[in-house]
């Protein structure tokens, strides 16, 4: 298994009030897996997504991603798992205004060891034609490719999406999805989305649901279905 979460916890003090955003929560995913987290605001969702990212330490438990068990990790290898490994996509871009649309890839492309030419994933995510624009003269479905191409850049292995078509209407969303997907089937990354849709949840090979930060169900979807066949 290429992500293993073993029974992990997180609380948030904030004064007197502790809040469990996630308790005992154990599942394990294979790599190259297209994958959704779904609940309700305040779930947990996020959280579990940043402690998937290193973001943050664990109250209890453990996570293990490759070979590597983050959960141990101290603030420097932390830092350096972020980089190699994670791909980060959110839902409002974090594009840099200020850069076009190659250099805003470009900027990743040092991070990793064996990243790929920004050039060319600009390409793979549609985007050839528009490496020069700057962010103020692309559609919010072109943002979300460029941070898709900007994750994907430096080759890390697992892809973190929180909420990434949730700014989007379902046709522009649907394309999003399937890059995403193209991501896990093409360059065999693991990817992990964050959603409260449910309908998205239909084209993962596993769902992972949760409430009030406690696991309800960990879904394997043998026929997944495709993109196309799904809209909100
Ligand atoms: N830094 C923090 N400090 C204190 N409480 C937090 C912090 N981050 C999250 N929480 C709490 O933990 C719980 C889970 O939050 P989380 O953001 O993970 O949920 P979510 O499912 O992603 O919600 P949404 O869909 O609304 O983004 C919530 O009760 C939230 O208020």
Redesign the pocket.
């Known amino acids: 298994m290429f992500i293993e979460v073993r029974n992990i916890k997180k609380e948030?003090k904030?004064g007197n009030v502790t809040?469990a955003?996630l308790d005992n929560v154990s599942f394990s995913l294979e790599e190259g897996t297209f994958n959704v987290v779904l609940?309700p605001?305040?779930?947990?969702?996020?959280?579990l997504l940043n402690m998937l990212g290193g973001m943050d330490w664990l109250t209890e438990g453990e996570i293990k991603v490759g070979s590597a068990i983050i959960s141990k990790m101290k603030e420097r290898e932390l830092t350096n798992y972020r980089r190699k490994t994670i791909g980060f996509v959110f839902q409002f871009y974090n594009i840099i205004p200020s850069l076009n649309v190659f250099e805003n890839v470009q900027l990743v492309e040092n991070l990793g060891e064996e990243s790929f030419d920004a050039k060319e994933i600009l390409s793979s995510v549609g985007l050839k034609n528009r490496m020069q624009n700057f962010p103020q003269d692309l559609s919010g479905g072109e943002l979300q490719r460029v941070s898709i191409a900007r994750a994907i850049c430096k080759n890390p292995q697992l892809l973190l999406c929180d909420e990434p078509t949730g700014a989007l209407d379902s046709k522009t969303g649907q394309n999003i999805l399937q890059l995403l997907k193209d991501m896990a089937i093409k360059y065999k990354k693991t990817v992990i989305v964050?959603t409260?849709n449910a309908t998205i949840a239909e084209v993962a090979d596993n769902v992972i649901h949760i409430k009030d930060?406690i696991l309800e169900n960990f879904e394997v979807n043998s026929s997944p279905k495709q993109i196309d066949e799904i809209a909100w």
């Open positions: 948030y904030t809040t955003a609940g605001s305040g779930s947990g969702k996020t959280t964050v409260h930060g």
